[in-house]
């Protein structure tokens, strides 16, 4: 988060980063850093994408499904990624 607050906003190298905490288990650390980036309209379908696979990963199903009702809401369209994580 500290990377998006001073401005470095390189969307594919926080992805990378956002991924790594999801896959270490740092949900917390990953959501963190999701909130930072769309706050900061850095965040894209992959960044979402990400954060959904991490909740269904970590075993947080209904969470996975109510940022992909979020997902929709704000006008992204699922690609064959988004779904296959819902499944």
Do not use: H
């Amino acid at each position: 988060s500290m990377i998006v607050d001073r401005g470095l906003s390189s969307t594919p190298i926080l992805n990378q980063l956002m991924s790594m905490y999801a896959r270490c288990d740092e949900i917390d650390i990953a959501l963190e850093m999701f909130n930072n980036m769309k706050r900061s309209n850095v965040a894209d379908i992959r960044t979402w994408n990400i954060m959904m696979n991490a909740f269904g990963w970590s075993g947080e199903a209904n969470k996975a499904l109510k940022l992909f009702e979020q997902f929709l809401a704000e006008g992204y369209p699922p690609n064959e990624i988004t779904l296959g994580i819902l499944l």
